[in-house]
């Protein structure tokens, strides 16, 4: 167990190894100085060190936090007389900035640095830079030239800002063990080179550090303007509106107006916190200039407090002596506080940093036989990956969209089934094509029937309309397994990218080279349907019974068309008889004559049309002009027949004639369409069709259910089980180990930062041991 004295100092060990690593996950107990430009905060620096030794000018002179870290050095010490310049300095450091800050300084810079000769009295104080260690600074002067100069190679030199730290350690017997850090000044407005957005740059810097629960916030106003308008009060109570994290600092208490003091302000009356208030006397622009000792600013201070008539009742409180003493005991307090926490978090990042590492797999050297194990362990996981993302089997299921075996299954039923199902067998058949097709087929001579080669010839071009949506469904099929076949990597097998993409490109050449067979059978699966027209299906339309449904249906339309003329014959009777009792009444008597036997002409002749009009209705029924009632004579297809050699011998020779001389009696000489067609070419043409019909839902049917059970023959399954095959025999060779298990350069570089942090934890935890 440590002393109390020890707690500053090992945060300070701390710092060094957690921003050595340039990583801030761990938060520290510190002290950040916030203020507004010219508020003093240099000035009591200075004075807590008792050295001139930060930049000072116009505008911006803090553009990166500067990490300062004080280390009281006893007198008798032996680090004092027992240290020697490094030789090689300017290597070493050039190495280091270069590692540390991806930037390399010139050595030449280095050169002029320990070119420099050092007093020959070694002096108990100097100051040591983080960025060039083994490197002393007796000369303050020297210190603030290197601020400077660290600040123009990180933020350049047209007054940017950068949250890169830069950390300062001054050893010294006349200083307390302190650690604060300086950010830079608020500004409200850009002045000169200044960015535009500067007061956001600035402020979201303050507020990267002094959100942070264990730091504790040196809020520095100057006396001599209203702490209403502090800006640094301000920033704090954002952070901290309880104000149990806040010091107070009032500057420049020399510079009030006469008759007005800061009492209240300093009783904490008007702003009240927890930790106070503290008032110091800063050094004037006359007395740097003039380059008076800090030692006679700080008696001359003591002096001020004492003397004053309002503040000498609390002159033990003020000064800078006493801030220094106040921040010695609220930062041990505070890292007393906080240690127990800041060692469990450690833990977890020692345990998260662990799993990390263990993630980037084992970088250690293997045999060859390892080697061997591993790829065949990575072939082995990559093939069983890819035949359960198919089987559905997979545990990585993705449950925003259809993948794998589901997916293959929605292209089948979904994709595939309507897309057979939108095709009209008979949309691109004209009845021209089709009269045309029956005379070609039957030669010089005239036929009794529609030939069967007609049929034939119609129905083999249709059946190839099912083509182009059977090779669309191998296409999407093939299409999901190349996806499959992308995402069955793992994130051990992202280690090595030359092995995944060899995988996948194994994989992909087993697909495409089982694409052309499948492919291929599915196309002779069209010419096998199309090859012979079985016209003896059991599920094939009868053409008797097709002729029988039509004369049925005619007597049916006859039927109804007979007693509608009855019903009009009926009216224009009683109509005829309430005219003879009119003219009767009016003293006409009734005429047979001439006009009589005209009335009776024109009763027949209407009754004659009421019987045309119906046979024309069966007519148009059966030829075709009644769509609603010919879809349903096509859905006809689905029934059972007898089946028979000859369907076209089937339909007797009476119900031919019988719609023959339906087709004269109706008195018209030609479908209204096709005005050139005979009765027999109209009956032809819609039995052709209404057969084509049939016969395309048969095969339509059979191919919907075959091309899937292709698919999964010839592509799916045999890529199933002859994928793991293929991998071993194609990159299980010795000569392509060394070339497979190459990693990937960012993994390497990911794995070796998280092997730094996690060396960086262990030391931090280490020290932390120390004290508790």
């Not at 002179?61 to 027992?82: G, H, W």
Request: aromatic share 6%.
């Amino acid at each position: 167990m440590a002393s109390l004295e020890d707690l500053i100092p090992t945060v300070n060990k701390l710092q060094d190894v957690i921003y050595d690593a340039g990583i801030d996950t761990l938060d520290l107990p510190v002290l950040a100085v916030i203020g507004s430009q010219s508020s003093g905060k240099s000035s009591i620096l200075e004075t807590l060190v008792g050295k001139d030794f930060l930049p000072r000018g116009t505008g911006i002179v803090t553009r990166r936090p500067l990490i300062l870290q004080l280390v009281n050095l006893p007198v008798d010490s032996p680090l004092i007389n027992n240290y020697v310049e490094p030789q090689t300095a300017s290597q070493s450091l050039s190495q280091n900035l270069g590692e540390e800050w991806g930037e390399g300084r010139s050595s030449e810079h280095y050169s002029r640095l320990n070119s420099k000769d050092k007093s020959s009295t070694v002096s108990d104080q100097w100051g040591e830079f983080l960025h060039m260690p083994g490197r002393r600074f007796y000369d303050f002067d020297q210190i603030k030239q290197e601020i400077e100069n660290e600040t123009a190679r990180i933020a350049g030199k047209n007054k940017g800002i950068s949250r890169i730290p830069i950390n300062l350690k001054i050893y010294s017997p006349h200083v307390l063990n302190l650690t604060l850090i300086d950010l830079p000044g608020i500004t409200k407005v850009p002045i000169g080179e200044q960015p535009a957005d500067i007061e956001k740059q600035i402020r979201n810097l303050i507020l990267e550090y002094v959100a942070k629960p264990n730091c504790i916030m040196l809020a520095v106003c100057p006396a001599n303007i209203d702490l209403v308008n502090s800006e640094s009060l301000k920033l704090a109570r954002e952070v901290d509106p309880q104000g149990k994290r806040t010091i107070g600092v009032i500057t420049k208490l020399d510079l009030m107006d006469s008759g007005t003091n800061a009492l209240d302000i300093l009783s904490g009356k008007v702003y009240p916190l927890k930790l106070g208030f503290v008032g110091v006397v800063n050094r004037s622009q006359q007395d740097i200039q003039e380059k008076r000792s800090i030692d006679d600013s700080l008696l001359r201070e003591e002096e001020y407090f004492a003397k004053h008539p309002f503040y000498r009742t609390i002159s033990t409180r003020c000064g800078t002596k006493f801030l220094a003493k106040k921040l010695n005991q609220v930062l041990l307090a505070h890292i007393r506080e906080k240690l127990p926490d800041i060692k469990a978090r450690l833990n977890t990042l020692i345990g998260q940093t662990e799993q990390e590492l263990a993630s980037y797999g084992d970088c250690s050297a293997t045999t060859q036989e390892n080697k061997a194990a591993l790829i065949l362990q990575m072939m082995n996981r990559f093939a069983t990956n890819f035949v359960s993302s198919i089987e559905g089997t997979s545990s990585d299921i993705s449950t925003k969209e259809l993948c794998g075996g589901a997916r293959i299954y929605y292209i089948y039923n979904n994709i595939f089934g309507n897309s057979l199902n939108s095709i009209n067998p008979t949309s691109n058949l004209s009845v021209s094509d089709i009269r045309t097709a029956i005379r070609n087929s039957t030669g010089p001579r005239p036929s009794l029937f529609v030939p069967e080669l007609a049929f034939d010839l119609l129905v083999k071009p249709q059946i190839k309309l099912l083509q182009d949506p059977a090779l669309r469904c191998v296409e999407l099929v093939y299409e999901e397994l190349m996806k499959i076949c992308h995402n069955c990597g793992t994130p051990a097998l992202a280690r090595y990218p030359k092995l995944q993409s060899r995988l996948i490109e194994v994989v992909s050449d087993l697909l495409r080279e089982r694409l052309g067979p499948t492919r291929s059978y599915v196309e002779s699966l069209i010419d096998i349907h199309r090859a012979f027209i079985n016209t003896n299906h059991p599920g094939f339309l009868s053409a008797t019974e097709a002729m029988a449904d039509i004369v049925e249906t005619r007597k049916k339309k006859l039927e109804v068309a007979s007693r509608a003329a009855d019903l009009k014959r009926k009216r224009k009777d009683a109509d005829g008889s309430s005219s003879a009792m009119s003219e009767a009444k009016n003293g006409i008597s009734p005429r047979i004559d001439s006009d009589s036997t005209m009335a009776t002409s024109d009763t027949e002749s209407d009754d004659e049309k009421d019987t045309k009009q119906s046979k024309d209705s069966f007519l148009n029924y059966f030829f075709g002009k009644d769509q609603r009632k010919g879809e349903q004579l096509s859905d006809m297809g689905d029934k059972k027949s007898i089946a028979t050699d000859n369907y076209f011998s089937e339909v007797p020779e009476y119900l031919q004639m019988e719609a023959l001389q339906i087709r004269e009696a109706s008195g018209e000489q030609g479908n209204a369409e096709h005005p050139e067609l005979t009765e027999k070419e109209e009956l032809e043409c819609e039995l052709i069709k209404r057969l084509i019909v049939s016969y395309f839902g048969i095969v339509r049917e059979m191919i919907q259910d075959q091309i899937p059970k292709a698919v999964m023959c010839f592509l799916v399954n045999f890529c199933k089980e002859e994928v793991q095959n293929r991998l071993v025999s194609r990159l299980y060779k010795e000569t392509l180990f060394e070339e497979l298990l190459m990693e990937d350069q960012n993994l390497a570089q990911d794995r070796a930062k998280c092997l730094k942090i996690l060396d960086t934890y262990r030391k931090a935890s280490l020290i932390i041991g120390d004290i508790l």
